[in-house]
């Protein structure tokens, strides 16, 4: 089982930056990908961002393909997302979440999430 803690979330204003961050534990020897979604009131989750364990991004949501940068540290088992241009329809909970085994943009795919972190941006 691996625990993913999520953090940076917090409140900014429109056209501002914040950088999560999404720290795993456990049996981190089984991570092949990680990966970013968000769940808005009254909405779905939807997939957001995901890169390999070998630093292959997979494409973007396309609402926030040239704002949002995934990357990822292996050494410390970390994956963060830069969000950049920040509009007030990107807030939502972020969850983190790892161990994907089919579809990446179908959330019922991946096995492991973290508890969310709450980004709000104010316009």
């Known amino acids: 089982q691996v625990q993913l803690v999520e953090s940076g979330g917090g409140l900014v204003q429109a056209g501002g930056s914040l950088r999560l961050s999404c720290a795993a534990s456990?049996?981190?020897?089984?991570?092949?990908?990680m990966g970013w979604f968000r769940q808005a009131p009254g909405k779905e989750r939807e997939f957001v961002a995901a890169?390999?364990?070998?630093?292959?991004?997979?494409p973007y949501a396309d609402s926030v393909k040239g704002r949002f940068t995934i990357s990822r540290d292996s050494a410390k088992n970390t994956v963060y997302l830069q969000m950049n241009s920040l509009k007030p329809e990107d807030t939502a909970v972020y969850y983190c979440?790892?161990?994907?085994?089919?579809?990446?943009?179908?959330?019922?795919?991946?096995?492991?999430w973290g508890q969310g972190t709450q980004v709000t941006v104010s316009s």
């Open positions: 456990g049996r981190t020897f089984s991570i092949y990908t």
């Open positions: 979440t790892a161990d994907q085994r089919g579809n990446y943009g179908d959330s019922a795919q991946w096995r492991s």
């Open positions: 890169i390999t364990w070998s630093g292959v991004i997979i």
